[in-house]
């Protein structure tokens, strides 16, 4: 049998972040204000520190990583890599998968990569208290695990359907010192305006973040955080990728496909960007964001500007969008639910540089549990996504007779999603249509530029 498990030492848990804005065609697009003139960077300064804004504006291709944050990261990195051997008999295909596996982490998900950085870089800067969003509570977890690691108050606006259908992330949360709240909320603006619309609105990420964002530019003790979709966010996670490569390097592999879920970006960013690096300069590999078809941002969204909350209240950013104002329908992966996308991962989308794919919901449930009999770990529905393209991709070689080599970032593991199996078993589950009219009337509303 191949090797299954490739592990790297503590000595090369990486000592930079990567940069991909160095190796990108084009400049990024700016972020636009109000008037549709680029915003200038201490616009920044009510809601993230100093540090972060530079390396949100940076096109520096290497970033330090802080001794401190290299110290907590230790926690868990460098995170395994896995051949999925059992999974590939089961298939009967040519093809080599591997996976990253980020369900190693305190709070069970890549997210924390991030979200140390952001809490010891505001911390430095004299913040000691954080608001944020989160949809499935992983990036709520995370927060509030480096809110304790460096003495912060963390306070987070749960997706309302996330908020009830997976309690224990709450519970998760709150063990680790950070207050929840189901949004929308009567604490906010933005709440209160979206709950007058629609007292039963089960909630976004977009108002999520409006509720997170109002309540941080309001107080001068309190900043933003936030989980992804940002460059400095997608730069943090790059250590899931740059390790994964000193991984297949050991035993003399490289793929020809890499895949991760994309809701906002930081999941696919952080294993593919580094590759993106050997792209660039001339390395042929397929790099793939899957997402679900009933919130399908890069396959059927419009590159505009827009906003990244549902109120209107961050700056414009150009990305591909369902409009700021589209409410997804419900699925489990709440962590995807997202209207729009990193302004880098939608760049180098619209260039034809990297690929999108949308799966359905009970097609990822179904892969996750394949996989689970196969392979032992029960991914989180976001993870589940792909799975589900890994097994497309492995079946086509299965097809051609090719042996490709195929990664994927199994983000997350699903300890705490149990409901949402559990409705898949029962039949309670199914896939939601793309919301074809909702969207083109959310795309009426985009914000006028130029």
């Given at each position: 049998?191949?090797?299954?498990?490739?592990?790297?030492?503590?000595s090369?848990i990486?000592?930079h972040?990567?940069?991909?804005?160095?190796?990108?065609?084009?400049?990024?697009?700016?972020?636009?204000?109000?008037?549709g003139?680029?915003?200038?960077?201490q616009?920044?300064?009510?809601?993230f520190?100093?540090?972060?804004?530079?390396?949100?504006m940076?096109?520096?291709r290497?970033?330090?990583?802080?001794?401190?944050?290299?110290?907590?990261?230790?926690?868990?990195?460098?995170s395994?890599?896995?051949?999925?051997y059992?999974l590939?008999?089961?298939l009967?295909?040519?093809?080599?998968?591997?996976?990253?596996?980020?369900?190693?982490?305190?709070?069970?998900?890549?997210?924390p990569n991030?979200?140390?950085?952001?809490?010891?870089y505001?911390?430095?800067?004299?913040i000691r208290?954080?608001?944020?969003?989160t949809?499935?509570g992983?990036?709520g977890s995370?927060?509030?695990?480096?809110?304790?690691?460096?003495?912060?108050k963390?306070?987070?606006?749960?997706?309302k359907?996330?908020?009830?259908?997976k309690?224990?992330?709450?519970?998760?949360?709150?063990t680790?010192?950070?207050e929840?709240?189901?949004?929308?909320?009567?604490m906010?603006?933005?709440?209160?305006k979206?709950?007058?619309?629609?007292?039963?609105?089960?909630g976004?990420?977009?108002?999520?973040?409006s509720?997170?964002v109002?309540e941080a530019?309001?107080?001068?003790?309190t900043?933003?955080?936030?989980?992804?979709?940002?460059n400095?966010?997608?730069?943090?996670?790059?250590?899931?990728?740059?390790?994964?490569k000193?991984?297949?390097?050991?035993?003399?592999?490289?793929?020809?496909?890499?895949?991760?879920?994309?809701?906002?970006?930081?999941n696919?960013?952080?294993?593919?960007?580094?590759?993106f690096?050997?792209?660039?300069?001339?390395?042929?590999?397929?790099?793939?964001?899957?997402?679900?078809?009933?919130?399908?941002t890069?396959?059927?969204?419009?590159y505009?500007?827009d906003?990244?909350d549902?109120v209107?209240?961050?700056p414009?950013?150009?990305?591909y969008?369902?409009?700021?104002?589209?409410?997804?329908?419900?699925?489990?992966?709440?962590?995807l639910?997202?209207?729009?996308?990193?302004?880098?991962?939608?760049?180098?989308?619209?260039e034809?540089?990297?690929e999108?794919?949308?799966?359905p919901?009970?097609?990822?449930?179904?892969?996750g549990?394949?996989?689970?009999?196969?392979?032992g770990?029960?991914?989180?529905?976001?993870?589940?996504?792909?799975?589900?393209?890994?097994?497309?991709?492995?079946?086509?070689c299965?097809?051609?007779?090719e042996a490709?080599?195929?990664?994927?970032?199994?983000?997350g593991?699903?300890?705490?999603?149990?409901?949402?199996?559990?409705?898949?078993?029962?039949?309670?589950l199914?896939?939601?249509?793309?919301p074809?009219?909702?969207v083109a009337?959310?795309?009426?509303?985009?914000?006028?530029?130029?």
């Amino acid at each position: 049998m191949p090797q299954t498990k490739i592990l790297l030492d503590e000595s090369e848990i990486p000592t930079h972040w990567y940069n991909v804005v160095a190796d990108m065609p084009n400049p990024p697009t700016p972020p636009l204000g109000p008037d549709g003139k680029p915003i200038p960077p201490q616009a920044l300064g009510a809601i993230f520190p100093e540090a972060l804004i530079q390396q949100e504006m940076s096109g520096e291709r290497w970033i330090p990583v802080p001794e401190p944050v290299r110290e907590i990261y230790r926690l868990w990195r460098p995170s395994p890599l896995f051949r999925a051997y059992r999974l590939e008999q089961v298939l009967g295909t040519p093809a080599k998968i591997y996976y990253k596996y980020e369900g190693v982490s305190p709070a069970g998900s890549h997210k924390p990569n991030t979200a140390v950085p952001q809490a010891w870089y505001n911390q430095q800067a004299g913040i000691r208290r954080l608001t944020t969003e989160t949809g499935a509570g992983q990036w709520g977890s995370a927060l509030a695990l480096a809110g304790q690691m460096f003495g912060m108050k963390i306070r987070v606006y749960m997706v309302k359907v996330s908020y009830e259908q997976k309690p224990f992330r709450r519970s998760m949360m709150q063990t680790w010192g950070a207050e929840v709240f189901a949004s929308p909320t009567d604490m906010t603006e933005s709440g209160r305006k979206i709950l007058a619309a629609d007292p039963a609105s089960q909630g976004s990420l977009g108002i999520a973040i409006s509720e997170a964002v109002e309540e941080a530019a309001s107080r001068k003790d309190t900043n933003y955080s936030l989980g992804s979709v940002l460059n400095h966010v997608l730069l943090h996670q790059t250590v899931i990728g740059l390790e994964a490569k000193k991984q297949l390097e050991k035993i003399g592999e490289y793929p020809d496909v890499v895949l991760a879920a994309c809701g906002g970006g930081s999941n696919f960013g952080g294993i593919a960007f580094p590759f993106f690096a050997d792209k660039a300069a001339g390395k042929k590999v397929r790099l793939i964001a899957v997402e679900p078809t009933s919130c399908p941002t890069l396959t059927k969204g419009q590159y505009a500007y827009d906003f990244g909350d549902a109120v209107g209240l961050t700056p414009l950013m150009k990305m591909y969008t369902l409009g700021h104002d589209f409410m997804p329908p419900g699925i489990h992966a709440g962590g995807l639910r997202y209207h729009g996308d990193s302004p880098l991962v939608s760049q180098l989308y619209h260039e034809k540089l990297i690929e999108a794919v949308a799966v359905p919901q009970l097609a990822t449930f179904e892969a996750g549990v394949m996989f689970a009999r196969a392979e032992g770990i029960i991914p989180a529905p976001e993870s589940c996504h792909p799975v589900r393209a890994a097994i497309d991709e492995a079946m086509k070689c299965k097809k051609s007779g090719e042996a490709k080599t195929i990664l994927f970032n199994l983000s997350g593991h699903g300890h705490f999603d149990m409901a949402s199996y559990d409705k898949y078993f029962s039949g309670q589950l199914e896939d939601y249509e793309y919301p074809a009219a909702a969207v083109a009337a959310s795309m009426q509303r985009l914000p006028r530029v130029g």
